[in-house]
């Protein structure tokens, strides 16, 4: 497939063709856990890596195969690996690029279990980790030490959409020869493109946005050609975090609609935000789309769009919050994003109820501030419930 088409045209046919599958319009789901071989020679070949072929399914799977392409392609990156959830993706990334007392700078504010992890790599293995504001060069300079191996970002950060400028971590990232590895999750390769910028590697929870309708959990990584099949062999193939052939299905399928998807999400999310500001019993609106947000200058460098995530902090007690949202009706309470449904979670009671209180002020997550992604219904509904519920104060 060339890479002079469309992102569109890209993310339906990129890595699959019909007449090697018997002409199948949809690619099929290859639901086999091995395969054959045609004789016992063959078999040692295929293990030896001198003829191609699949052995078994956690090593290689046809279905996976063609979403890895796919997915490599419309990230803009030599190669890619699907896993059964993006914890698995993020994990195979960061234990791959360290080793036992390495030291990592993270973006001020990172998904919940992404914490967790890094709290078990110090604990297990003296891997510590830095956060910082990622807000300069000096800033950044500042925190990077001798046996720093890695810097990982995530932008726009969960739950609070600060922006990371990611031309300025590349800029001293190359200069200290250090690799930047992103989360893309709420982005998507649709609105960001973090290796088109000189970043190594992305990370997706493709449980959100790429899967996009709230039946999968899944990951993918994306990067070199080298690093990425040094890790299938090594950190996927033992650590065994591998993808179903019928959730690859699924993401296929939801790549295929992804562009469109995204730009009603997006339209979405910028009504509710625009509305919301509006509203007297609101405090904040965190959207990154929004012309008055901080980092908006950030948004117009390397975002197409503003995402379909926004926060909002309300006037009023604890008490008040759980009292609005007790009181929608559409807009459903549940953790995760990029569904069809528009959903809404308290970050902290719960994605970031892990992270100690502290931690959690520091990256302005208040208990009176609400997470919300934006679904794919009218905007006016989605409205209408949430003025219903806020006028409830
Ligand atoms: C959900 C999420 C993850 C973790 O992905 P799972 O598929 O739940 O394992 C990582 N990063 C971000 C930004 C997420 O939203």
Same mark, same amino acid.
């Given at each position: ?19 090697? +599958? ?101 604990? /297990? ?78 990370? +997706? ?27 299938? /062999? ?30 009603? +999400? ?12 509006? +509203? ?114």
């Amino acid at each position: 497939m060339k890479r002079d088409q469309h992102f569109e045209t890209r993310a339906i046919h990129t890595g699959y063709k019909p007449n090697e +599958h018997f002409d199948s319009l949809t690619p099929p789901i290859y639901q086999t856990s091995t395969f054959t071989f045609a004789s016992m020679e063959q078999g040692g070949n295929r293990f030896a890596g001198e003829e191609a072929g699949y052995v078994y399914s956690r090593l290689g799977n046809p279905t996976v195969q063609i979403l890895e392409q796919r997915i490599a392609e419309l990230e803009g990156g030599e190669a890619a690996l699907a896993f059964g959830s993006g914890m698995a993706a993020v994990s195979a990334i960061l234990v791959g690029l360290t080793k036992a007392n390495d030291h990592i700078l993270v973006s001020n504010g990172v998904y919940g279990c992404t914490f967790g992890l890094l709290t078990m790599l110090k604990e /297990k293995y003296n891997i510590d980790a830095t956060f910082s504001p990622m807000d300069s060069v000096e800033e950044i300079l500042a925190n990077i030490q001798d046996n720093t191996t890695c810097i990982y970002v995530e932008t726009p950060i969960n739950p609070t959409m600060q922006l990371i400028d990611l031309e300025l971590v590349v800029r001293v990232a190359k200069e200290k020869g250090i690799k930047v590895i992103v989360d893309n999750t709420f982005a998507t390769p649709y609105l960001q493109q973090p290796i088109a910028l000189g970043c190594d590697f992305v990370v +997706h929870s493709a449980t959100k946005y790429i899967g996009g309708h709230g039946d999968v959990v899944a990951g993918v990584l994306i990067g070199d050609k080298e690093t990425i099949q040094l890790i299938r /062999k090594t950190t996927q193939k033992d650590m065994g975090g591998v993808i179903s052939p019928f959730d690859a299905w699924l993401l296929l399928r939801g790549l295929k609609t992804l562009a469109v998807r995204m730009d009603r +999400h997006c339209e979405n999310a910028e009504k509710l935000a625009e509305k919301l500001k509006e +509203h007297p019993k609101v405090s904040t609106v965190l959207y990154p789309g929004d012309f008055e947000h901080p980092d908006h200058s950030i948004v117009a460098k390397q975002m197409k769009k503003g995402g379909g995530l926004l926060s909002f902090e309300i006037k009023g007690t604890e008490a008040d919050i759980a009292k609005v949202v007790n009181q929608l009706k559409l807009i459903r309470i549940a953790v995760s994003l990029g569904d069809a449904e528009t959903l809404i979670q308290h970050p902290a009671t719960m994605t970031h109820a892990v992270v100690p209180e502290k931690r959690r002020t520091q990256m302005g997550i208040s208990k009176k501030l609400l997470r919300m992604s934006a679904g794919l219904e009218a905007w006016q509904d989605v409205w209408a419930d949430l003025e219903q519920a806020l006028n409830q104060l």
